[in-house]
């Protein structure tokens, strides 16, 4: 039986940092999550540290300015690791090559600034699919509509051999209550038509080696056994942390709570059937963070 809790502070004495995601967790893409706001300040209120650990497909500058336009306050975390920023590092060190063809929205354009880490980069050129050594994929043009409307050009792509550089893992997230598809939706097609997707966000190991690095950045040196992921994602959150062998808390009420069947907390029948479904088992569950 997988534990429940009751809140944050439960468990907290047995952590000296944890891996917080965003979407679901502390916010819902369009305000912040008050319980969760206070859980994390008496997390670090003890000591702890709270490293943002999100598949958000931009540089943590503007996820910064992102979680405060929703009322996020800067007192309740640390530091933040993204997909976006770990991924623009492998595209600046050529991995999908000089000219890019660019999946996603207008503010995601910040992407292609270069990171400061990474020694003589690659010049990036974005340029239309015909001319392209590679997709950047931060996200679907229309994040309502069906991913398969992308099979003409992934066919394209497919037979020139480009690779699909995926900078969200995620399938699909809830935006104020409306899900939208994400990159990884998109990724997990070119796939299946047999292309080849490159990931580098949540389950994946880089970006966790990306948070690793900002918690030394903060003079904290924790050992993995002292770190709890905290997430609402059983194929990304808690993949993810089982691979990385880290702890993890699941929050059923997010993108699982009507699997979970999730009110303030989740069914426990209910709960069983949805990791077992998976065979991806979480070390702690909780309906939302508090």
Known sequence: MIRVVENLAEISSQYDAVFCDLWGCLHDGVRAL???????????????????????????ADVARQLDRFGV?????????????SARVAMFRGVIGEKVWFMGQNYDLTFFEPPHIVENPVPIERVDLEDATGIACLGPFEPHADPAVNRPEFLY????GLKLLCANPDIVVDRGGVREWCAGALAELYTEMGGTSLYFGKPHP????????????LGADVPDSRILCIGDGIGTDIK????????????????????????LQPESQALEDYVASFQITPTFAIGHLR
Not at 37 to 51: C, I, P, Q, S, T
């Open 206 to 217: 880089p970006v966790y080696t990306l948070a690793r690095q900002r918690l030394t950045a």
């Open 73 to 85: 306050p800067t007192d309740c975390w640390d530091t933040i690791a993204t997909s976006g920023d």
């Open 157 to 160: 792509a497919k037979q020139k």
């Open 240 to 263: 993810g942390a089982l691979g990385e062998d880290l702890d993890s808390l699941f929050i059923t009420g997010g993108l699982a709570r009507e699997e979970t069947r999730t009110e």
């Open 34 to 60: 008050p319980e969760a706001v206070e859980a994390l300040r008496a997390f670090k209120a003890k000591g702890g540290k709270v490293v943002l650990l999100t598949n958000a497909p931009r540089p943590r």
